[in-house]
């Protein structure tokens, strides 16, 4: 549906975007995810219309969306300050977008009413936007950017303006109405939990340039680039060269890491023997064993931090700067200062092309 | 000593120059005037204290009624012109790069660091039979027009003395305006010109209202720029003041004429706050 290939923008020696292309299906829930600055905005605003790529194009639907002028497309941006008009009633700031079109005075107050019902703010139709908390502001912004019907709706860091319970009850909404009204969301967000609850896919960003497009959970257990290991979701990190095959296990294979010897970990098809490579495993993949264990990396328990439902626990091997994240469930049954073993299963670790 | 006590000891001190300075040359001139406002005129000049209403009476003379309707017809046209020029040329210096929005406000305010007076005279320069506008127009077979002593040189004048005082707060005003909004404008299906109507210029209101104050106030009571551009026949109220005091010598009724300019910027002073508390 909508079709961006080989999109660059600079800012003087900065480049934001480097040849950056994605194509997002129809009805799609699509997140682009990355650090700030990373140019995911530049994008969100080149497909709105206020900015302008050096070299690129972007189609909607096949149409040339470049020669558009912002005020013709056919696209919704609600922003992340959600840029309300302070001097319009709530009811005014959603009618403004169909006023423009025209539409009849009968049709424009219809859609007005139909549409703070859905976003649950029909008593509030005729306060300013001063007068209304974060969460309200926000809804409003949504239903002024959903009642055009735009085919697309781009969301610029869309909750990052709330409190953290509040953002858990907007996500469920914004997922629901995505739902209900049918139109494909972009959203751009540097929250990655938010990108993985809410997306059908990610696209994570990193200066400039694609990292990785994938649906949430592809991308969090079979990350490609150190970058994405590293940025989505807690992960803990092994350089050294991609070895043969485990024992006994196919699809596996070792990494034969700088300071530890052999690892256990999948590799992708494409990776040769011998080649530099990261190893990566998630903090619940990671067994806390005895010290003496067979397989396991030996060290010492550093701190346990309990989260209620997990518990952290970092351990330090000797040889590596950055301790070995572990989760656990419930309560952690270890002591800092224990000595302890961590091992993994191969299928749990990824091994990865290193970034040249 | 409690520290209130001491906070409001201090506050005392700190404001006391600027109180001092408001009580005697504010507020006991303003007193004087009113009260002068009351009495009689001495036969040769002078105040005789004998208490009289006359004064009041002879506002609504239609020889004063007629100069104060002139001058709030040339001040509002002054006003209105200024903020037609002001308007596009603020909003141009607060979308400017941030570096010339610094020397585009400093050429704004440039001509102050020159005399008053020497501007005007620039102007009769400029404007007079052989003056240079009119040279200008001879070459392209035009004129030459009388553009000096009549109402239109006093707007001129008061338009190019005032005209930094509208585009200041203007700029201020569209600066201090978020440009997302303009963008969400567009974004919701808004021409330029309708963003313009609909959101920047709704939301610039207060800069509008208070530009147009600071050039309507000093326009109004202008003496020095109708006396020195004016005709014989343009006269304001601020010469007519000008003219009872030092001419006439009649200071009861030039203190009621000066009440009377002070009434009616008094009227739109409030009626400019209130404005802008609504907006």
Known sequence: MLRIDGVTRRFGDVTALDAVSLEIEQGEFFALLGPSGCGKTTLLRIVAGFETPDAGSVTLDGDDLLAKPPNRRPISLMFQSYALFPHMTVAKNVAYGLERERLPRQEVKQRVEEVLETVGLTAHASRRPAQLSGGQRQRVALARSIVKRPRLLLLDEPLSALDKKVRADMQLELKRLQHEVGITFVVVTHDQEEAMSLADRIAVFDSGRVRQVDRPVELYERPRSPFVADFVGANNLFPGTVGGPADGDSGSAVLESDAFGPLPGTPPAELAAGARALLAVRPESVELVREEAAGSLRGSVLDVSFFGGVSHISVELPGRTKPVLVAVQGAGQVAAGAKVGVRWNARDAVIMAADE | ?279
């Open chain 2, 1 to 279: 000593m409690s520290r209130s006590r001491g906070r409001r000891l201090g506050a005392f001190v700190f404001l006391s120059p600027g109180l001092t300075y408001l009580l005697v040359l504010m507020l006991v001139p303003l007193v004087l005037v009113l009260g002068t406002s009351f009495f009689q005129r001495g036969r040769f000049g002078g105040v005789v204290y004998e208490f009289t209403t006359e004064n009041f009476g002879r506002l609504v003379d239609p020889l004063y009624l007629g100069v104060l309707g002139d001058s709030v017809r040339i001040a509002v046209l002054t006003t209105l012109l200024a903020l037609l020029i002001g308007y596009p040329t603020a909003y141009l210096i607060a979308r400017l790069p941030r570096k010339w929005k610094t020397v585009a406000l400093v050429a704004i305010v440039l001509p102050f660091w020159t005399n008053f007076i020497i501007r005007i005279y620039a102007w009769i320069m400029l404007l007079n039979g052989p003056g240079l506008v009119n040279s200008g127009l001879k070459l392209l077979g035009l004129g030459p027009y009388e553009l000096l002593y009549n109402d239109g040189a006093i707007v001129v004048g008061l338009l190019y003395s005032y005209l930094p005082l509208m585009v200041l707060p203007l700029y201020a005003a569209i600066e201090r305006l978020d440009p997302q909004l303009r963008e969400a404008s567009a974004n919701l299906g808004a021409s330029a010109f309708t963003t313009f109507r609909k959101v920047t210029l709704p939301l610039t209101v207060p800069g509008v209202l208070t530009g147009s104050l600071f050039v309507f106030v000093p326009s109004f009571g202008n003496f020095v720029i109708p006396e020195m551009l004016g005709g014989s026949k343009s006269i304001m109220v601020g010469n007519l003041i000008r003219n009872q005091f030092l001419k006439a010598r009649d200071w009861p009724f030039g203190s009621t004429l000066a009440l009377a300019l002070i009434a009616v910027l008094v009227v739109l002073l409030v009626a400019q706050a209130w404005a802008a508390r609504r907006g």
